[in-house]
């Protein structure tokens, strides 16, 4: 509680002290030689960590303190960086200003691989992951997963952990609108597309750690995307062997709108797993952002979205051969029965922003989260497990089981999240003060039923004297309804003397959950030192107290009875998760080769507690439902990026982590520990040929911990191996920049840009193990079969901007 009195009196002086101070309020217009708007340029004070960003209508407004020349410095990808001397500068000052394309983007580069981290996130290149040679086509989360501290083990989900966490751990913010990620996924192929729509997105941050009051009860990550607002008629359409997009947006000055559609098969890439069979996977996704300006002041936006994923599977055979070239050993299974899957989701906000002056708005949002999932599968199956190559012959070997097995299930959940908040922004002299108010209400209709039986030899597993049972059964019956409020404020001060220029980012979140009458209070904190006499170096250090609220998946335990009949029970005296963080980082900027360059270095811990256990299934969540653990994480994050190339962006990451966990007395690493991982994203364009580009996307990580299932880690855990893929791209951009060897007449007049694209999904075709099917003998001896994940695949894509 001292802890808190002292934040609030803190945030409270330093608002009182830089309200001494004389200020100029300096705002204005940036616009191109066309005169049309520039959006997100930056506005920054020379030599100092203040600026801003100009909005989509080239729109900037900042204060900074009084003295006696005032330089003043515009950029923006793809122009000329202009400067200003303002002398003696008093009182509000309008300064317009007009920038110029340049040739070469060399300014470009600079301007984004510099921007700093001042308040914990960090602001993404959009371009980047338009040319990434990934499954997903290009997705936000394919860009995220080559940042230091995320890894993804699995290239047909856009879910991430991030330093230790697991993938419910992490934020997703759209226009504002919190989002939530099915519950009832157990793999990839079921999944389909990302929620976001990348030929949408206008604006990316993301925090890894350390992340601002303003975001939600999450321990991990924020992830906030802006759409954007189009200037003019615009579209793109995207082919390839997976799926097709289309983007169609128009601006008329009041009104705007920008709509994607999505639709994506990907039956070719599933058919290079081990299970053969008729896949029928049908992925449809459709947004639309719209914006209506009734007057300078208001803005109204509109998201809405539909996204229908159909996953149908008929199962024919199987054959995995796994273990080592001395012990190898043999997996056949024959299938029979389907599984038909249904993933619907809607969401939409509706949104206000009144600006009130210059220096404050308002935004009043309300939004509506609705899902309703279906999982529903009879598969049955007779396997043979055999000593490989020795089956049948004389002596050593043969076969070391078989049996039948049959799973059942009809799982159906529907969510219901309705959203409405009320945040500000006041800029008070030399602070930029947020803050906000909202109500959540959660409905959930929870209906499980799912079974398995196994029989070896003729044996029903288990054998009990009493009669026949099933290996495992699951029934759940549960309706529930939550309500959740939160409010936040948060100071951005920015602080110069002789020595540095500071910034100093610091808040208090506050949330209250109805279903376990909990009240959290969460401070957060970050402050950055910009030496004057080491203008290279940029330090940071950032912590905080942060919880993971549950959402529904968290309350539900497991209750047994002795016949192994299990019924979930919802536990409403579940407690958050707690996680005590501290951060402390650097940047050091530089130039090798005569091109520029930034090394991002990052140290970590997180002292955790409250913890709700869980194991992982492929990629759903089981947790135990109770508060049952403690445990702490740790770790090194770097990041090189630069031009390794001249002209071309590539970035190196590396991580180290340790994490553990004391579950039933004994100390165990966390299901998402990966000790070490190395993500790589370059990039390359012939100097003779610059409309031929070429892209690389690798990771090599460690695996994560497994367990039998059903069965806690604290009883028995192993090491899955490593996670390697090499993805590659070849690109050749005919119409567009960076030459037009086209000339732009008749047909090709309509285009900015026509892209024929060559990939390589898994280069070295590596067989890489997602999660583990595990087989019993009658002797009750477990094997541990891999279920691997997709093989080499070639794609062709097509990519047009008119």
Not at 195 to 222: E, H, L, Q, T
Not at 525 to 547: E, H, I, K
Not at 583 to 600: C, E, H, S, V
């Amino acid at each position: 509680m001292r802890t808190i009195k002292f934040i609030i009196i803190f945030l409270l002086s330093t608002i009182a002290i830089n309200g001494y101070a004389e200020n100029v309020r300096i705002s204005g217009k940036v616009v191109d030689n066309e005169d049309k708007p520039v959006e997100f340029a930056t506005v920054q004070i020379a030599r100092t960590a203040i600026g801003t960003n100009t909005n989509l209508k080239g729109d900037y407004s900042l204060t900074v303190a009084q003295k006696d020349t005032i330089e003043m410095v515009f950029s923006c990808i793809g122009f000329k960086t202009v400067h200003h001397k303002l002398l003696n500068a008093k009182g509000d000052l309008t300064l317009n200003v007009r920038l110029y394309p340049i040739d070469i983007d060399l300014r470009e580069i600079e301007v984004i691989g510099y921007r700093q981290n001042s308040n914990g996130m960090q602001t993404l290149n959009t371009e980047s992951y338009k040319l990434s040679p990934d499954v997903s086509g290009g997705s936000v989360e394919a860009l995220i997963t080559t940042m230091p501290g995320v890894n993804s083990s699995n290239e047909m989900s856009s879910q991430y952990s991030v330093r230790g966490g697991s993938f419910d751990e992490n934020s997703v913010y759209i226009n504002g609108l919190e989002l939530y990620r099915p519950q009832l996924v157990r793999s990839g192929q079921q999944e389909g597309m990302s929620v976001i729509n990348p030929n949408m997105v206008g604006n990316i941050k993301f925090s890894s750690g350390g992340f601002p009051a303003r975001y939600a009860d999450k321990m991990s990550s924020a992830l906030d995307i802006q759409y954007r607002e189009p200037e003019a008629f615009e579209g793109a359409v995207n082919l390839s062997m997976m799926g097709a997009e289309l983007a169609v947006g128009n601006n008329t000055g009041k009104f705007s709108q920008l709509t994607g559609v999505r639709f994506k098969k990907n039956n070719s890439l599933l058919s290079t797993m081990e299970t053969k069979g008729e896949y029928d996977p049908t992925f449809f996704d459709f947004q639309t952002n719209i914006n209506y300006k009734p007057s300078e002041r208001v803005t109204i936006n509109l998201l809405g979205n539909i996204a229908i994923n159909n996953f149908n599977f008929k199962p024919q055979d199987r054959e995995t051969t796994f273990g080592t070239s001395e012990d190898a050993k043999s997996f056949k299974v024959f299938f029979d029965g389907e599984e038909k899957d249904k993933f619907e989701t809607y969401f939409g906000s509706l949104s206000a922003t009144y600006r009130h002056n210059k220096a404050t708005s308002f935004t009043l949002a309300a939004g509506g989260f609705l899902s309703n999932e279906l999982v529903s599968y009879d598969i049955s199956g007779e396997y043979w497990l055999d000593q490989a190559g020795t089956s049948g012959s004389e002596g050593v070997g043969g076969e070391l089981g078989v049996g039948k097995y049959m799973e059942h299930s009809r799982n159906r959940l529907k969510t219901s999240v309705l959203q409405i908040s009320l945040t500000g922004l006041t800029r008070f002299r030399a602070n930029n003060i947020a803050y906000g108010i909202g109500y959540q209400q959660e409905k959930f209709h929870d209906r499980t039923k799912e079974w398995e039986w196994r029989d070896s030899a003729g044996y029903s597993l288990p054998t009990l004297p009493e009669g026949v049972h099933l290996v495992y059964n699951l029934s759940s019956r549960q309706n529930v309804n939550i309500n959740r409020m939160h409010a936040y404020i948060e100071d951005a001060v920015y602080l110069s003397n002789n020595f540095a220029y500071m910034t100093l980012n610091g808040g208090l979140r506050f949330s209250y959950n109805s279903f376990n009458k909990e009240f959290l209070i969460s401070p957060r904190v970050n402050f950055s030192v910009n030496p004057v006499n080491a203008p290279n170096w940029y330090f940071r250090v950032g912590g905080g107290l942060y919880y993971q609220s549950p959402f529904y998946k968290e309350y539900r335990e497991i209750v047994e009875d002795d016949y192994g009949n299990c019924v979930i029970e919802l536990n409403d005296k579940i407690k958050s998760p707690r996680s005590i963080q501290f951060i402390l980082g650097a940047d050091y900027t530089f130039r090798a080769m005569n091109r520029p360059f930034k090394l991002t270095g990052e140290a970590y811990y997180k002292n955790l507690s409250n913890l709700i256990s869980y194991e992982y299934d492929n990629l759903k969540i089981n947790y135990s439902g109770r508060n049952d653990s403690k445990g702490y994480t740790m770790g090194l994050d770097f990041k090189l990026f630069g031009q390794f190339v001249e002209g071309s962006d590539s970035w190196v990451s590396f991580s180290l982590m340790k994490t553990q966990q004391d579950l039933d007395g004994k100390k165990v690493p966390l299901p998402s520990d990966q000790r070490y991982a190395v993500t790589a994203y370059f990039t390359d364009y012939f100097p003779k040929f610059p409309k031929l580009k070429f892209s690389l996307r690798g990771v090599f990580s460690d695996g994560l911990t497994m367990t039998p299932p059903h069965t806690s880690r604290a009883i028995s855990y192993f090491r899955a191996p490593a996670y390697k893929r090499v993805d590659i791209g070849l690109s050749w951009q005919f119409v567009g920049a960076p030459t037009d060897n086209v000339r732009k007449t008749g047909f090709f007049s309509h285009f900015k840009s026509i892209v024929l694209g060559v990939d390589v999904f898994n280069l070295l075709d590596i067989s890489n193990v997602s999660s583990y099917y595990w087989v019993t003998d009658v002797n009750h001896i477990q094997y541990a079969v891999p279920n691997y994940l997709t093989r080499r695949q070639f794609n062709v894509r097509l990519s047009c901007e008119f």
